[in-house]
């Protein structure tokens, strides 16, 4: 029995229309392009089209992936899809898309509700059914579309956030791959990255201003500086836990590659943690922010690039909305 | 506060010369910052004394000096 699980293939969609950092400077003024760029490190965003919904990306990025004929269609027993935009709040995306991409009926599926961890989450969920000998060949997607949420008039959340899925084909395999974890949750700081109403709570509620603010209850509310704050508080102490519990030295690991939220935040992080700069991967520039997607995306770029060879240690870190975090060691084959 | 390397720094993050910065300096003032301003502020005091401020808690201080008080306390309790 093939006891290991191991990332065999990524791919990625994002959607063609794009809001560049020229469009946002022209719509607010007072921002200039050059002050967009020094606080985000992004140039553009994907937005997706008005009738595209996470299933439709969902289907793009895994068709993609199946493109590679490194696995077929057949051969997928499991499917889980990770997002916090689904298509209805029942059924189960996962479900529609079982349909839509046409994978077997015996294929187990669900959705998992997570946002910037979600991945490594789902690395961890996928181990664990591999391990546990339930599924052999998983489909771990994930997909958002957070700009669906975002006031038109909510400038700095419109700087970060963009569209976007990434299929990941995780094995069963002899070698050791997907390796050690740490995870950690803190549902203090639910309030500081939320959509008021976007679930049952509320639901009948008539009148959804918030005060002078750029955003209704049904938009996307964030509370960067307190993000930020949580960021340096709990990165660097997960970042030494994994280092522990996978007995490894950090001039062991080739490659870091953590959630890209912006810029900003990954260089401060990247400073306080003393990672070398070329081994500490940021790719934002042309996507921005794809919440739950950032880091297979950034994972799929660091491999295009030659960043990540044969035997290469990789450190994964997801944190975020939750507040929900978890990092993960790969072994890359 | 006799630190000139965090003194400079957080000159910086508050965007005036380091020799124009006291303890009695005005800051922004309750939900006044700048986010970024906020956010390097942060990272400063992170930097350099290894604490977490929370965003509340700077945005509550009004002067450069309750940044030093706040600071004081939270090494004191470390």
């Known amino acids: ?333 | 506060m006799q630190n000139t390397e965090f003194w400079t720094a957080l000159a910086n993050s508050l965007d005036v010369a380091p020799a124009a910065l006291s303890v009695e300096s005005a800051l922004p003032g309750k939900g006044n910052w700048e986010s970024l301003a906020l956010m390097s502020c942060m990272s400063v005091i992170n930097r350099h004394f290894n604490i977490t401020v929370k965003a509340c808690e700077l945005d509550a201080c009004s002067k450069v000096n309750d940044i030093c008080l706040l600071i004081q306390q939270r090494t004191a309790s470390n």
């Open chain 1, 1 to 333: 029995m093939m006891k290991h699980a191991h990332i065999k293939v990524i791919e990625y969609y994002l959607p063609e229309a794009t809001l560049t950092n020229q469009q946002l400077a022209e719509e607010f003024p007072e921002w200039s392009i050059d002050k967009i760029e020094k606080k985000t490190g992004i140039f553009k965003r994907h937005i997706a089209a008005s009738g595209e919904y996470v299933s439709d990306m969902t289907i793009a990025a895994a068709e993609k992936l199946f493109e590679k004929n490194i696995c077929d269609k057949s051969d997928i027993d499991y499917l889980l899809l990770c997002t916090q935009c689904p298509d209805h709040l029942l059924p189960t995306t996962a479900c529609i898309v079982q349909h839509k991409l046409n994978l077997p009926k015996s294929v187990g599926a669900l959705d998992i509700n997570l946002g910037c961890s979600g991945f490594v989450y789902g690395l961890s969920l996928a181990k664990g059914l591999i391990q546990s000998n339930q599924a052999k060949n998983i489909l771990l997607i994930t997909a958002d579309t957070y700009t669906k949420f975002i006031n038109p008039k909510d400038k700095t959340v419109r700087t970060l956030f963009g569209d976007g899925a990434a299929a990941t084909l995780i094995s069963a395999t002899d070698e050791s791959g997907i390796e050690d974890f740490v995870f950690g949750t803190d549902g203090e700081g639910a309030k500081n990255l939320i959509v008021p109403l976007s679930g049952m709570k509320g639901r009948n509620q008539q009148c959804s201003e918030v005060g002078e603010e750029p955003r209704t209850l049904n938009d996307l509310y964030m509370n960067g500086p307190e993000i930020f704050s949580f960021t340096l508080e709990v990165v660097p102490k997960t970042f030494h836990e994994l280092l522990t519990k996978a007995n490894c030295h950090i001039d062991e690991i080739s490659c870091f590659i953590f959630h890209q939220a912006n810029e900003y935040m990954l260089t401060n992080l990247r400073d306080k943690l003393a990672i070398p700069e070329d081994k500490f991967f940021i790719s934002l520039k042309n996507q921005g922010n794809t919440v739950s997607s950032t880091i297979p995306i950034a994972l799929n770029q660091a491999l295009k690039q030659g960043k990540i060879q044969r035997g290469d240690r990789i450190m994964l870190l997801g944190f975020g909305v939750g507040y929900s975090w978890a990092g993960a060691m790969l072994r890359w084959h």
